[in-house]
């Protein structure tokens, strides 16, 4: 209900996404504090894919709902970057965590909009 209020769909999946890139910045950090762990496999998160198929089949009425879409934490274990197994990777890590901080700031704003506007209707000026 109150998601039909902050503008259905699009409001929704924003919201998702923002819940998604923070749970990446706790788990690329995760990464980071563990890049000299031996044995360490990295972890990423997966919800863009999972996000894009639900909007996609927005029309079947079989398919998964926006609003359910969650991100989930994988393990990569099928690669090593070093010889005691740990598969970290400090340099691809940084540019991850560059890349999310931008994605969280530009979802950020977009649902501040969506605030900025209900506020304007609300208020009538």
Same mark, same amino acid.
């Given at each position: 209900?109150?998601?039909?209020?902050?503008?259905?769909?699009?409001? =929704? *999946?924003?919201?998702?996404?923002?819940?998604?890139?923070?749970?990446?910045?706790?788990?690329? @950090?995760?990464?980071?504090? /563990?890049? $000299? =762990?031996?044995?360490?496999?990295?972890?990423?998160?997966?919800?863009? /894919?999972?996000? @894009?198929?639900?909007? @996609?089949?927005?029309? $079947?009425?079989?398919?998964?709902?926006?609003? @359910?879409v969650r991100p989930r934490v994988i393990?990569v274990g099928n690669t090593s970057e070093?010889?005691?197994?740990?598969?970290? /990777?400090?340099?691809?890590?940084?540019?991850?965590?560059?890349? $999310?901080?931008?994605k969280f700031e530009a979802l950020a704003?977009?649902?501040?909009?969506?605030?900025?506007?209900?506020? =304007? *209707?609300?208020?009538?000026?």
């Open positions: 209900m109150i998601d039909r209020l902050f503008g259905g769909d699009t409001y =929704t *999946a924003a919201t998702r996404a923002l819940d998604a890139t923070a749970l990446r910045q706790q788990v690329i @950090s995760h990464n980071l504090a /563990n890049a $000299n =762990t031996p044995g360490y496999k990295r972890q990423e998160v997966q919800f863009e /894919n999972e996000l @894009s198929r639900a909007i @996609s089949q927005h029309d $079947n009425p079989c398919a998964p709902r926006i609003n @359910s393990t070093r010889a005691d197994g740990n598969n970290v /990777n400090l340099e691809t890590e940084s540019v991850n965590l560059a890349i $999310n901080a931008l704003q977009s649902v501040a909009g969506t605030f900025r506007a209900l506020k =304007t *209707a609300i208020k009538g000026s």
